[in-house]
Nanobody
Framework: QVQLVESGGGLVQLGGSLRLSCAAS????????MGWYRQSPGKQRELVAY???????NYADSVKGRFTISRDNAKNTVYLQMNSLKAEDTAVYYC??????????????WGQGTQVTVSS
């Protein structure tokens, strides 16, 4: 059973930056894909970005050029650097890890979520 611990959320001003972290433990095998989802009130959970074990990255159009996903395989940790934050980025952010097709289909292992609030 994989455990995921997220950190780094909080309150930030419009145009500011935050860095989210998600550390995975309890896995006795190399983690394939690692991703970040977000969900705001009244909206469906959406895939923000993912990164594969080979380093391939993919981003939602809404965050391209502003967010960067990275991972430290030695630490089983995935990061999400968020710059130029907008009000519409306000959401609970969840990490999701596991086999590639599980992550992109939101079927991987979930973290508890961390709130990101962008204020004007």
């Amino acid at each position: 059973q994989v455990q995921l611990v997220e950190s780094g959320g909080g309150l930030v001003q419009l145009g500011g930056s935050l860095r989210l972290s998600c550390a995975a433990s309890g896995s006795d095998f190399s983690i394939d894909a690692m991703g970040w989802y977000r969900q705001s009130p009244g909206k469906q959970r959406e895939l923000v970005a993912y990164i594969t074990s080979g380093g391939t990255r993919n981003y939602a159009d809404s965050v391209k050029g502003r967010f960067t996903i990275s991972r430290d395989n030695a630490k089983n940790t995935v990061y999400l650097q968020m710059n130029s934050l907008k009000a519409e980025d306000t959401a609970v952010y969840y990490c999701n890890v596991g086999p590639f097709w599980d992550v992109v289909a939101a079927r991987g292992n979930w973290g508890q979520g961390t709130q990101v609030t962008v204020s004007s």
